[in-house]
């Protein structure tokens, strides 16, 4: 247990070490400046007589020490550059920051005679210490832990602090699942902070979750769930609970045949006054009712601008059916027979299955929130053991916000 604990010490002081050592001295240009003639101008010579090229290197930090897989014949400084005179056929140079790191760079081409070469040089810096002799910005980014670019080097994940080579900072940060942002930042006494909000990527797959109220036609208010994916195309489901409303869901507009219905006897007594074996109980061809006790609805979503998404889908509602019922007392002489004026609801043994077709729209608000807008249209329904039934859906209508992840 013992050697496991020291084991497990030493792996992480060794992490530590590399992390703290990692080199944070980045080069993020070289190039050879053929129309610079201050290597000829101040021509200074090497050991074997040979004319050496002049390295210049622009950097905001300062007290550098320099060496290289040859010779460095001479360091000036000049305002934001040391200028290096090194040995035709140099090929390294290594460059050395107290407190930073040191960097070990392998030039993209050997040096020249009289040749003039440019590196710049940026540097990412210690957090929680302040440089009081080094020029830097710091990099902040909603979220942060996005990668930071510069000239398409990678310089490390935000939040950050950076010494650049000139007053303008070209920069680019990228993160999974976010919208790339490119820029110039200006650095300068006042603005010395580049805060950037990343967008979340419209076109990449997110899951999403909303929750939504909506009425119908008859006036029936409901709630429901709804998540998926949205991005270039996704998917969702939607499920919207029980609801115990005496408002019609949908009409039925005929009917084939004779529909069989449970009449309950206490609840018949109750609103009529007398047994049910005294009236004629008949079914009335119009403003039948049904409780809508589930439904489930599906389908796609489809990315149609920068941050708005169609909905297509289609449903299964399961409702129970009630009926409006003429109640007519029997008499000895049925011409005698007088309707009452009182309605009975009597409730359809049989459950009914209603297809329906549902279109919205998905608008993303603030980078995560969601505003969620749903239409149902109408439907077909048919009793689940096979009995046909004709109706219309009604038009419903909802709205529901929710979240991006």
Not at 40 to 64: H, M
Not at 215 to 222: C, D, E, G, H, L
Not at 259 to 282: H, T, W
């Amino acid at each position: 247990m013992k050697n496991l604990l020291k084991t497990g010490i030493v792996l992480l002081l060794i992490s530590c070490t590399i992390r703290i050592s990692a080199q944070e001295i980045k080069v993020t240009e070289f190039h050879k400046d053929l129309k610079d003639i201050s290597a000829r101008v101040n021509a200074v010579y090497d050991a074997n007589g040979d004319a050496c090229a002049l390295i210049k290197t622009r950097t905001g930090l300062q007290n550098l020490e320099f060496s290289c897989d040859l010779e460095i014949r001479k360091i000036e400084y000049h305002d934001g550059e040391y200028w290096l005179w090194v040995s035709p056929n140099t090929q390294q140079i290594n460059i050395e920051a107290e407190g930073i790191g040191k960097l070990e760079y392998k030039l993209p081409s050997f040096t020249e005679e009289y040749t003039v070469f440019v590196i710049s040089l940026s540097a990412v810096l210690p957090d929680k210490i302040i440089y009081k002799d080094i020029r830097y910005f710091q990099i902040e980014t909603k979220p942060p832990k996005a990668e930071v670019y510069s000239n398409k080097v990678f310089m490390g994940y935000s939040p950050m602090n950076i010494s650049i080579s000139s007053d303008t900072f070209q920069y680019e940060i990228r993160k999974k699942k976010h919208s790339t942002v490119t820029g110039e930042f200006l650095f300068n006494e006042i603005q010395s902070k580049l805060l950037v909000s990343l967008k979340k990527d419209p076109v990449i797959n997110r899951i999403f979750m909303t929750s939504y109220i909506g009425i119908n036609k008859y006036k029936t208010p409901f709630f429901g769930l709804q998540s998926g994916t949205i991005g270039k195309t996704g998917w969702y489901v939607s499920f919207v609970p029980a609801i115990r409303a005496r408002k019609s869901i949908a009409i039925v507009s005929g009917h084939h045949g004779t529909l069989g219905f449970d009449l309950n006897e206490e609840i018949f007594r109750s609103q009529v006054g007398a047994p049910s074996d005294s009236y004629y109980v008949k079914l009335k061809d119009n403003n039948n009712t049904f409780y809508n006790n589930l439904r489930i609805k599906g389908g796609i979503t489809q990315r149609i601008f920068k941050n708005t998404y169609m909905l297509l889908g289609v449903g299964l509602a399961e409702y129970t059916q009630f009926y409006r019922l003429d109640v007519i007392p029997k008499s000895n002489d049925p011409l005698l027979e007088i309707p009452l004026n009182k309605n009975f609801y009597g409730k359809s043994v049989h459950l009914v299955g209603m297809f329906c077709i549902e279109t919205g729209l998905l608008i993303r608000i603030s980078n995560s929130y969601l505003i969620n807008l749903n239409i149902s249209t109408t439907g077909l329904a048919h009793y689940f053991t096979g009995k046909p039934i004709d109706f219309l859906l009604p038009l419903e209508a909802s709205f529901g916000i929710g979240y991006n992840f």
